[in-house]
């Protein structure tokens, strides 16, 4: 049963993209409640399925033993030029979609790596 479905009144995402409508819901399932955020995509249009790992983010998922450092013990850091390149393609009206095989409890820190290099 979903609770709370709420919509921007503007037709705005809430991430600067025009024409882009979001729903906030929540979830109750038995005595926990999930939350979450829809956006719908107009039918037309590019959208951009980007995955994280040596494409936006340095890991060396080749060499085990840097993946487990760069991913573990520093801090994130971007491919160079991939924020620059993302950001002029979200411009043209690109909509991205970002997918990772890296554990869950890494999304906080993968959404702030998003954040701070300023990608779409």
């Not at 503007?10 to 025009?18: C, F, L, R, V």
């Not at 487990?68 to 013990?73: A, D, S």
């Not at 906080?108 to 990608?119: I, K, M, N």
Request: proline fraction near 6%; glycine fraction near 6%; charge should be positive.
């Amino acid at each position: 049963r979903l609770v709370q479905p709420k919509q921007n009144d503007d037709g705005s995402s809430g991430s600067g993209h025009k024409n882009k409508r979001r729903r906030i819901w929540k979830r109750r399932v038995e005595d926990r409640v999930f939350t979450g955020t829809t956006y719908l995509l107009p039918p037309v249009g590019l959208s951009v399925i980007s995955d994280i790992d040596d494409t936006i983010k340095l890991s060396n998922v080749l060499d085990k033993k840097k993946l487990m450092r760069n991913t573990f013990l520093k801090e994130f850091k971007p491919v160079p030029g991939m924020s620059q390149l993302y950001q002029s393609w979200s411009k043209r009206g690109a909509a991205f979609h970002f997918v990772s095989s890296s554990p869950f409890q890494l999304y906080r820190e993968l959404h702030s790596f998003l954040e701070r290099e300023s990608f779409p």
